[in-house]
């Protein structure tokens, strides 16, 4: 057997299973690798807590009333909130909340006995504040570093998922994906991550940025692994959540082995211009021509409207995000000012003082695109492109049956290169914008490594309900190369 750190979700489900290991001692375990809380990755640990549900899955693995992935660990986006540990979004707004019920997908990841998958909670893990950014530096808790380069940032806004993952704090970790939180830190830190198709898996208690475009999905090492998160993942939330998809859920490893053989890929001819990174590039060239071996064939195709998914997304995301962020007014939860005159001040200062910067730019951005006299200019003309993008993607998936290219234009940059510019950060979302905006499943897998010896992610697009399609393609790649098993040095 591995050592427990090294090993995936589906060895460690079956080590569990066959009772090799105790769910306490694989708790155990990795609890003690994260003690010092290694890259600033986690925000709330609590080992009574993660003991007591390692306790409960040994009592279900003994009664042969075991979850699917019964006493596997795995740390939560500290986006989704739980009644177990505290949820702060990154935020000082929300220091001191503990929500009094758990998030739909910690839920069904959660205690078998209450229909879960059986995993073991480890803890809540740093992101950027609310969500915004893609470099984990606004996150009001302090940056997460890059376990490949400490002096690099891990991606955002899923920072903390991606760099623990990486690190091997923990087998797998959810993250959300509102504009590619979950491809682009899967990307930078090496690891395999999947956002499925909007409205697949439960918004219900995943704290809204932009309701739209928000989308939990699970990260982890290899795409196999990926497949048995999201398996527990999906399915409907119709009483919970309005924007749930009545799509039954459906299990992504049954699908994983089948050949490619005739499998179209389509390229994009805009993913692929001057603004990409010669040892970006390279990788993802290589990984395609892996592709060509495995049998699939090479299409070239256009989305002509990906550079305006930059602004429509940050015209769309923000005012969504001005909405959904009313709701932190020092009443209903977290942080409170404490001298205040009246009402209004009790707000004004409350929010004054709970919220960074970022996420301050971004209520006022979406604040002003939203108001009269201006709604027309930029709100409903970004809503118009939106629909001509998402119908850009119909018209190539007519020649294609996957789509790939870059995740991110460059490897993870060096703190500060971006700082007081965040500009630079929004421009590096390019490739990741468009399939947020369509509502469509994507993922990163590791194709090779560029600059600095940093990861490179391959980034595959699916149309709607192609998760399975996706996760067999990331998962022959994975059998062909080996790119997702190598890790960082001293891991
Ligand atoms: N970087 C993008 C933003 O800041 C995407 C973040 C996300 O997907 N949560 O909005």
Redesign the pocket.
């Known amino acids: 057997m591995n050592s427990l750190h090294d090993m995936t979700v589906a060895e460690l489900a079956q080590a569990l299973k066959t009772k090799q290991v105790s769910a306490v001692e694989v708790a155990t375990g990795f609890l003690a690798r994260l003690g010092g809380n290694p890259h600033n990755a986690f925000l709330d640990i609590d080992s009574e807590v993660t003991l007591a549900q390692a306790q409960a899955s040994d009592a279900r693995l003994a009664a042969g009333t075991a979850g699917l992935l019964e006493g596997v660990p795995v740390g939560h986006k500290d986006v989704f909130v739980t009644r177990d540990f505290a949820t702060t979004a990154g935020s000082k707004i929300l220091t001191g909340y503990r929500s009094p019920f758990d998030a739909t997908l910690v839920q069904k990841l959660g205690a078998s006995a209450s229909g879960g998958a059986g995993m073991v909670t480890v803890g809540k893990l740093n992101c950027d504040e609310f ?4 470099a984990n530096e606004n996150s009001a808790f302090g940056k997460v570093t890059n376990p490949w380069d400490t002096a690099r940032v891990p991606g ?2 899923s920072g903390g998922s991606a760099a623990a993952v990486a690190a091997r704090l923990v087998p797998a970790a959810t993250g ?6 979950i491809r682009q830190p899967a990307s930078f830190c090496g690891i395999t991550g999947i956002k499925p198709t909007y409205g697949r898996a439960s918004r219900y208690g995943m704290i809204a ?1 932009a309701s739209s475009l928000d989308q939990g999905g699970p990260m982890a090492r290899t795409a196999e692994d990926c497949a048995l998160l999201l398996s527990a993942m999906c399915g409907p939330d119709l009483d919970r959540d309005s924007t749930s998809l009545d799509v039954p859920a459906e299990d992504f490893t049954a699908s994983l082995n089948q050949s490619l053989e005739g499998l179209r890929i389509g390229i994009p001819k805009e993913f692929f211009g001057e603004g990409l990174a010669a040892d970006v590039r390279a990788a993802v060239d290589s990984a395609l021509r892996e592709y060509e071996k495995l049998g699939a064939k090479l299409v070239p195709i256009s989305l002509p409207r990906t550079e305006l998914s930059i602004p429509v997304y940050y015209i769309i ?1 923000p005012a969504e995000a001005s909405s959904n962020l009313s709701r932190f007014d020092g009443v209903k939860f977290g942080h409170r000012a404490k001298d205040y005159n009246d009402l209004v001040d009790m707000y004004k200062k409350t929010r004054a003082e709970g919220f960074g910067n970022e996420v301050k730019r971004r209520i006022m951005t979406g604040a002003y695109v939203l108001s009269h006299g201006y709604y027309d200019a930029y709100y409903l003309q970004a809503q118009k492109i939106r629909r001509m993008i998402a119908d850009d993607f119909q018209n190539a998936f007519k020649e294609c049956d996957v789509i790939a290219g870059p995740v991110a234009p460059s490897v993870a940059w060096k703190f500060g290169e971006n700082a007081n510019d965040p500009v630079a ?1 929004y421009l590096a ?1 390019i490739f990741t914008l468009p399939a947020s905006l369509a509502g469509l499943p994507g993922m990163s897998v590791p194709a090779g490594f560029g600059a600095g010896n940093m990861p490179v992610g391959l980034q595959l697009i699916g149309n709607y309900f192609k998760e399975a399609q996706l996760l067999n393609a990331a998962h022959r790649l994975q059998q062909a190369t080996d790119f997702h098993l190598r890790k960082p040095e001293g891991i």
């Open positions: 969500a915004m950014g893609s955002g806004s959300t994906d509102t504009g590619g939180s940025y995301a950060d979302d």
